[in-house]
């Protein structure tokens, strides 16, 4: 007998997309090339370029993701602002999910995604104020392959706290290099 933690949720299977809000953190190269996006908790799998993502369970248990019974799955919310207080966000996107799909009270967990609408978003912007007003201008290159969207006074504040960015991109550039990447739309809020 199989006895569900999660009783109120279904999961549904289905092959129409659901639209959700998503967001990433970005790593690529110092001249800003090879742009991939990255899922912001843990170090989970980079999604691809022109290839679906597909959820995999990372507790390692037997089972298809997402399941109603463990946290695995894509994750995508119902809102933007839910995703305010996510860990370093550098992009914003809507996201097409689909396969196996439990909804919950915030939004949906798929057990396959692919970016629909992508946008740079200032991450600290972006956490202090609204998803709105995150534009950033610069693309900083922290190191290794971590790209970090800014804003001019958040790059200033980084440099006065002793995390000068190594170089920066105009913002505009990545990001039409990136929406290309994925061969993705802009996305206006």
Not at 45 to 65: F, G
Not at 100 to 117: C, D, T
Request: net charge positive.
């Amino acid at each position: 007998m199989n006895v569900s933690l999660a009783a109120d949720l279904e999961v549904a299977v289905g092959v129409e997309a659901i639209t959700a809000w998503r967001v990433w953190s970005l790593s690529g190269r110092r001249d800003g090339s090879e742009l991939l996006l990255r899922p912001v908790a843990g170090r989970s799998r980079p999604w691809l370029p022109m290839q679906p993502a597909e959820a995999t369970c990372k507790l390692v248990r037997m089972h298809v993701a997402p399941n109603v019974d463990c946290t695995c799955g894509l994750y995508g919310t119902h809102e933007p602002d839910i995703l305010r207080k996510t860990k370093t966000p550098g992009v914003l996107g809507r996201v097409s999910l689909w396969g196996r799909v439990v909804e919950h009270e915030l939004g949906y967990r798929a057990q396959f995604g692919y970016p629909q609408r992508l946008r740079l978003a200032c991450y600290l912007c972006f956490w202090q104020r609204s998803v709105a007003r995150s534009r950033p201008d610069v693309v900083a290159w922290m190191g290794r392959s971590y790209l970090l969207p800014l804003c001019h006074p958040h790059v200033e504040l980084s440099t006065r706290y002793g995390m000068p960015p190594k170089e920066t991109l105009p913002a505009m550039q990545v990001e039409q290099a990136l929406r290309s990447t994925y061969a993705v739309d802009a996305m206006a809020l």
